[in-house]
């Protein structure tokens, strides 16, 4: 594709939203609608040019996590029109066409995008705009066409009368233009409507006297929803939500319920997994084949491998699971939680930054914090590691073929030697030996095994 510009608008507030921040950086998927869009934008153009004006710095700071890209400031919001003129100084220098993308529509196809601007290309076309049929157009600028089935008027909402309310067929808000026609047309743009704005659309009066206007019509009215309000957040959501379940669906996962499986669009799930309902996946997490989820976990930033068991009720974040381990019910695997493979960790079990060796078990009612486990370890029912002294956090070691009894507390920093085991109830405040038992409260060394 030819060397493409891409405006994307951002400067509004979004007032429909009723939020104290800017629309554009409300989540879509787990990602900001802005994101979303510099993505997309990055993907096919030479350089990306955002308009920011209203919260401008949490605007950039976001945008900038998601692709390369320059700001221009609209301190005022006067209309989309104004807006792409702030970004005068980057349309004089380009000569290829130039892309507009609205930051609040952020479910367009990259195929969507590169078909305008081919179409735009082959047709020398002044100004390509996408539209869609839409069942209820409300709140979307009105396409008018001629006797010729061209475009004669993009009418917006503030702006219609009840004939003109009744058209169906919208603007996307998503266009290209040549740049000479766009640069030249801005010039001449004015403010005479009902919202006293310099609307973008208004530009296609100057160009189509000069060159062709082309309308073209998405396949799918759903990819250029605009986000307004939180309804059409909601509806965003749910129109991601559906893609992605199936996707996956299509790849070989069950979701048992699918409209109850909420999964953010980088997540990864292999085949022959089985999702029980109310699962939440989100961020990077990556789910190896045959492993079963749920019902009701949640998934931050994990990997699973294969054949792993997560029961009901856990949550697991920043952490690792090995294959043919088993976690849960109810287990809380927090940041930095590594278990090896085949181990188990039961019921009410909560992990924080800990390694749990091969074949270990932590079966029940147990805090591990800052841990280092061997295998064949078994940690007994209600073990607590108390890591924190009210200053500083400390390790716990246990090496290979630990037995921990029910109840223990393990005061670190501690380390329990190979083959060593407390006794129920024991409060351990200092390493243990290799092969011994301690027991008592302080434990003391009991006999040998
Ligand atoms: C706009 C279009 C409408 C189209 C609809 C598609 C105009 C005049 N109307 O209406 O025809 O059907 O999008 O969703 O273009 N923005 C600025 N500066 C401004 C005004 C807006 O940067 O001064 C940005 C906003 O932040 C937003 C985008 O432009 O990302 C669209 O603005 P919005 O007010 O939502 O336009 P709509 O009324 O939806
Ligand atoms: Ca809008």
Redesign the pocket.
């Known amino acids: 594709m030819t060397e493409v510009l891409t405006v994307i ?4 507030e ?1 007032t429909r939203m009723k939020s104290s921040r800017n ?2 950086l409300h989540k879509l998927g787990g990602k900001p609608l802005i994101g979303h869009v510099v993505g997309l934008a990055a993907g096919i153009s030479e350089k990306v040019v955002c ?1 920011v ?1 209203h919260q401008a710095r949490e605007v950039k700071k976001t945008a900038s996590r998601y692709g390369e890209l320059e700001f221009v400031r ?1 301190d005022r ?7 792409v003129q702030q970004a005068e100084r980057y349309i004089a220098e380009h000569q290829g066409p130039i892309l507009i993308l ?4 952020p479910l367009i196809n990259t195929s969507t995008l590169t078909g305008l601007v081919t179409e735009h290309q082959n047709r020398q076309a002044g100004m390509t705009i996408l539209t869609a049929e839409m069942d209820d157009p409300a ?3 009105r396409i008018v066409r001629d006797s010729s089935g061209g475009i004669k008027a ?1 009418v ?2 503030h702006d219609t009368d009840s004939e003109t309310a009744a058209i169906r067929e ?4 998503i266009y290209c233009f040549n740049s000479q026609l766009l640069r030249e047309a801005l010039k001449q743009l004015d403010n005479d409507n009902q919202q006293g ?1 310099y ?3 208004d530009t296609m009066h100057y160009i189509s006297k000069r060159a062709p206007l082309i309308p073209l019509k998405a396949e799918d009215p759903r990819e ?1 929803l ?1 986000i ?1 309000d939180r309804a059409d957040l909601a509806e965003a959501e749910g129109i991601l939500q559906k893609r992605i379940r199936q996707k996956h669906l299509a790849s070989g996962v069950t979701l048992l319920d699918p409209d109850c499986t909420y999964i953010e669009p980088g997540v990864e799930i292999e085949q022959d997994v089985i999702i029980y309902p109310g699962s939440y996946f989100k961020g990077s997490t990556r789910i190896g084949s045959g492993s079963i989820i749920g019902p009701g976990c949640q998934l931050d930033n994990a990997k699973i491998a294969s054949e792993v068991r997560v029961r009901q009720g856990s949550i697991i974040i920043g952490s690792q699971v090995d294959s043919g381990s088993t976690v849960g019910p109810y287990a809380y695997l927090r940041p930095g939680t590594e278990i090896a493979e085949s181990c188990r960790i039961g019921n009410f079990v909560e992990l924080k930054k800990s390694r749990v060796g091969r074949g270990s078990k932590v079966p029940h009612l147990s805090y591990v914090g800052d841990a280092t486990i061997g295998s064949s370890c078994n940690v007994g029912a209600g073990t607590i590691f108390a890591n924190y002294d009210g200053e500083n956090k400390h390790q716990t070691v246990l090496e290979d073929e630990v037995f921990v009894g029910s109840n223990t507390t393990l005061v670190a920093p501690v380390k329990l030697g190979r083959g060593s085991s407390t006794g129920a109830g024991s409060v351990v405040t200092k390493d243990v030996e290799d092969n011994s038992l301690v027991l008592g409260v302080p434990a003391r060394f009991y006999r040998k095994k």
Do not use: F, M, R, W
């Open positions: 608008l951002a400067a509004g979004g629309k554009v308009v004006g609209q919001q006067l209309g989309t029109g104004h807006a609205y930051g609040d529509i709140g979307y600028g993009v917006e909402e919208v603007n996307s808000g704005e609307y973008l659309p250029i605009g307004n």
